[in-house]
């Protein structure tokens, strides 16, 4: 299968809940009172001290990545909303005509590029997004999103369950679909998880529309449920709830570093991918220090923050990568077009839930 080994191969790093309440302005009176404020100082905008940032990031990433903006910015509160990928993009479409938000923080580029179409995102170029790769921003100028790292499909494979069954680990998609595994894998829900969805559109785009159908026609045999997260299936293969799950390099490694019996596994034929990316949104309102905010999402700290966990980095890095991953990353993705998967984003979850809905978990 062709890999996408090539545009951005200058992006190799080698280091990778419910809705929050709107965010209210601080405001700061003008020196000596209405009466005797000057024009200057009636002028000057009106300051802020809290910002609202959706996110899809790992719950256990944010609070190391925010570590750097507290001290440089300790005055400034920033109210987190997380959630998974296709409930934070559900809930900002929903929220289109008013929104919430000030700052969208590492979602799914392919979510960032359906916002984008429905004209809601605020074209701004952070400062150091010159030295983003083309491949991970908007191509607008200035940028409406421009990403921080990109996150891959891996089977996250629970090797203690499979000895006491003697199968082999999985080491491709096409293993998968044997029927020695019936029952024992769990993926995420497309519709939930961005995870879910990368993988979804990944095989569509890497096998062609009607030969993906027929592979995931075979794999649902194999799977136990659909879940509603694209780290719960690395979790329950580490518990041993699944002894497979589709999930993404970053959690089944973390898993591995906690002591399960898992092997993360990135399969033969490529691993579908996308982009942790960042947005303003487009409000009435825009606050300075949402596009502060932005400015420090891309800036050299939360970046060798990003590097502990991702291989794949939007800037350059130096030359080191994660334990755990291949010695290339970039060879293990496959050939993938973002607008491509973002423009056919409602159709092909409309077709999945029509065939495979049946085994999703229910919602919480």
Known sequence: MKKWTHVIAAALVTISLTAGCAA?????????????????????PVKNNEITVYTALEDDQIKSYLESYKKKYPDM?????????????????????NPVADVVWGTAATSLLVLSQNDMLEPYAPQGADKVVPEFKDTANPPKWVGIDAW???????????????????????????????????????ASSGTGFLDVSGWIQLMGTDKAWGYMDKLHENIASYVHSGSKPAKMAASGEAAIGISFGY???QEKKKGAPVEVVFPEE????????????????????????????ISEEPMQ???????????????????????????????????????????????WEKRYSGKSEPKS
């Open 24 to 44: 209210k302005s601080a405001q700061t009176p003008a020196a000596g009172g209405a009466a005797s404020a000057d024009a200057s100082t009636a002028n000057q």
């Open 77 to 97: 509160k920033v109210n987190i909303v997380r959630d998974s990928t296709g409930v934070i993009t559900a809930k900002l479409l929903a929220e289109k005509a």
């Open 152 to 190: 891959e499909t891996a089977f996250i494979v629970n090797t203690k369950e499979l000895e006491k069954k003697h199968l082999p680990v999985p080491k491709s998609y096409a293993d998968l679909i044997k029927p020695e595994y019936k029952g024992m894998i769990v993926m995420p829900h497309p």
């Open 251 to 253: 959690r089944g490694l």
């Open 270 to 297: 490529g691993s579908g991918w996308d982009v942790e990316a960042n947005a303003l949104m487009k409000k009435k309102d825009i606050k300075p220090e949402a596009k502060q905010f932005l400015d420090w999402a």
């Open 305 to 351: 923050e990003y590097a502990k966990n991702y291989a794949i980095l939007s800037v350059k890095g130096d030359g080191k990568i994660p334990e755990g991953y291949t010695q290339d990353p970039l060879k293990q993705l496959i050939q993938y077009d973002l607008n491509a998967a973002a423009k056919d984003r409602e159709s092909i979850l409309s077709d």
